[in-house]
């Protein structure tokens, strides 16, 4: 990694990045660059536009260091600029918000379903990475980051009962999706076995 800082902790590691130390800034950026890359993934439409979320919200990260108020994790705040960033790069682009008229939406589905979904590893990102931005955006929000719907509201301009319309529409999406995926590996191991 960085040398003297590879091993330091958080509070040497913000002096550090904030006398403006190229190795301190180096040690941050690979503390957390593969996991913010990840929140970054999430949001955007393909890698390109990922990697460039990652590099614009290292920018705010380093700029904005000095607000750091160490009431919770440099982790946590770190997110959190990833998570806005990236809202901001999809409104700029104007790929965020897929409108669906309140009719369209399914009704809600126990929360137990979408909590598998988080946990249950690739296929379920897969499927999350194939929603519509916007829905995409709402779920990453909701079920990964823990925003309620009317703070997803604020963040994104759009009313509260609009972003838990969208949630429950991409709910269904997901799990009609799993289940499809889960016929057609069922179907393929019956056409194997015969």
């Known amino acids: 990694m960085s040398g003297k800082y590879d091993q330091a902790d958080e509070a040497t590691l913000i002096k550090g990045c904030l006398r403006q130390r190229p ?21 955007a439409r393909n890698r390109a536009d990922a ?13 904005h260091l000095s607000q750091f108020r160490e009431q919770g994790s440099l982790e946590g705040w770190v997110r959190r600029i990833m ?7 999809l409104n700029r682009n104007k790929v965020l918000m ?27 990102m897969e499927i999350l990475r194939g929603l519509p931005v916007g829905y995409r955006t709402i779920v990453n929000l909701y079920a990964i980051e823990g925003y309620s719907h009317k703070e997803i509201g604020a963040m994104l ?20 999706t799993k289940n499809k995926r889960l016929e057609q590996r069922n179907a393929g191991q019956l056409k194997d076995d015969a």
């Open 83 to 89: 998570v806005t960033t990236a809202i901001n790069f």
């Open 157 to 176: 301009g759009i009313a509260e009962s609009t972003s838990r319309s969208q949630y429950a529409r991409a709910r269904g999406l997901l799990i009609s």
């Open 23 to 43: 190795a301190a800034q180096k040690a941050l950026y690979e503390r957390f660059s593969a996991l913010m890359m990840g929140v970054c993934y999430r949001y």
């Open 98 to 124: 897929q409108t669906i008229r309140l009719e369209d939406a399914v009704p809600e589905l126990p929360d137990d379903e979408l909590t598998e979904a988080h946990t249950a590893g690739n296929d379920w």
């Open 51 to 63: 990697e460039d979320i990652l590099q614009e919200g290292f920018i705010k990260v380093f700029r």
